[in-house]
């Protein structure tokens, strides 16, 4: 009889003892639970340039390891939800890679922020563009080149003064021609305003050059 109470005793002891240490178990997981379960936040803000202070649009902002994030729009806004602890990766074309890693033990469930971005200059090699398309047509140009005349024989033979000449008297007058030749029209007219104006005609030194360049054949034909 004793020892079939001694059995039960402990039979249930063990129930005992197993109910505790479960009960222990799980209220420990939970709370590790707790503690490893991050806090969702709103993340929100604005990148701009680092120089200027004007918004940087289309700036990649992913959480890092993941594919999670967002795009800055024109304005250089965005706004997603992340957790504490986060490493935030800002990423853009022209700009420097930065990140940023959101506090942990937020009193709020929103965090905002201003993300300066560096300019990243980008050095493409040089690219000559030639009219050719093969070396073979290269070199037939090449070789059917025609070399132009020094600058010397070109600034000769634009300054030729019989062609100057010629040219300048089929070239009509312009606007400031016109007004300038009215001008002094004008001018001359009120020299000699209230007087006679001269007559070459009866002007003795006129006559006497007029009769000398006949004499010298200055008018003959060429």
Do not use: C
């Not at 420097?96 to 890693?101: A, D, E, I, L, Q």
Request: net charge positive; no cysteine.
């Amino acid at each position: 009889m004793l020892h079939i109470i001694a059995k039960r005793f402990l039979f249930y002891s063990s129930i005992y003892v197993l109910f505790f240490v479960m009960l222990f178990y799980t209220t420990e997981s939970k709370s590790q639970d707790n503690l490893n379960q991050k806090k969702l936040i709103q993340f929100s803000g604005i990148v701009v340039n680092s120089d200027s202070i004007e918004p940087a649009p289309f700036v990649n902002i992913i959480i890092k390891n993941t594919n999670k994030g967002t795009i800055s729009d024109h304005n250089g806004f965005f706004s997603f939800v992340a957790k504490e602890g986060d490493i935030i990766v800002f990423s853009g074309m022209g700009y420097k890679s930065t990140s940023f890693m959101i506090p942990n033990n937020l009193t709020q469930q929103r965090y905002t922020w201003i993300q300066p971005l560096s300019v990243d200059t980008v050095y493409l090699s040089e690219t000559v563009i030639y009219p050719w398309q093969t070396f073979e047509q290269f070199k037939k140009a090449f070789v059917e080149l025609q070399v132009p005349n020094d600058d010397e024989q070109r600034a000769e033979k634009n300054l030729n003064l019989a062609e100057m000449r010629e040219k300048a008297q089929n070239i009509p007058m312009d606007g400031s021609m016109n007004f300038r030749n009215y001008i002094d029209n004008q001018v001359y007219r009120n020299y000699y305003k209230g007087q006679a104006m001269p007559n070459n005609l009866l002007n003795p030194i006129a006559w006497a050059k007029f009769i000398k360049a006949i004499k010298e054949g200055k008018f003959k034909k060429k």
